[in-house]
């Protein structure tokens, strides 16, 4: 499985910015950006079950695999919708998500921040593994595959 996610990496390059946090304003939008921070293209995203199917299709087209891995949903990419400040202590209090006010899967263009309006709550995406308990409102965006060894 190693060899999969390897050569999935070099085939499907994906940047994932570093962890965000958040902050309060009392001016702006829901979730303001500074004006250095900008999405740029949609990425593809390594993980999906789809591409890393496509991925062991070409590992054993070329040998590198000898013999299929069983690939399938082990994870879900998804925007949480807190609706309310409790919505958001429920999410911030599970100390195993790994919280984005940002889409993984779009290109980061320059530095920025995000201020969330008091009162206001922000975007947020995580990565769960499937069957996770979801405390709030939710949006699946892809179906992944991770490697027991990535987790």
């Known amino acids: 499985m190693l060899a999969v996610a390897s050569m ?17 304003a009392t001016s702006g939008s829901k979730a303001a950006r500074d004006e250095s921070f900008r999405m740029g293209e949609k990425l593809n995203n390594p993980y999906t079950v789809e591409n890393m199917l ?3 299709d070409s590992l054993l087209a070329i040998g590198q ?5 069983n690939i399938y949903a082990t994870h879900l990419y998804v925007q949480l919708f807190p609706s309310d400040s409790s919505d ?4 911030l209090a599970d ?5 984005f006010p940002y889409p ?14 008091e ?11 499937v069957g996770y308990d979801f405390p709030v409102d939710y949006k699946v965006i892809d179906e992944c595959f991770i490697p027991a060894e990535n987790h």
Do not use: W
């Open 8 to 24: 999935i990496m070099m085939l499907f390059g994906c940047n994932k910015g570093e962890e965000g946090g958040f902050t309060t």
């Open 54 to 56: 496509i991925a062991q």
């Open 65 to 69: 695999l000898k013999e299929p891995i």
């Open 88 to 91: 958001m202590n429920r999410i």
């Open 95 to 99: 100390t195993t998500l790994h919280l």
């Open 104 to 117: 993984l899967d779009y290109e980061i263009e320059g530095e920025g921040s995000f201020e969330v309006q």
């Open 119 to 129: 009162g206001e709550t922000p975007e947020v995406y995580t990565v769960v593994p």
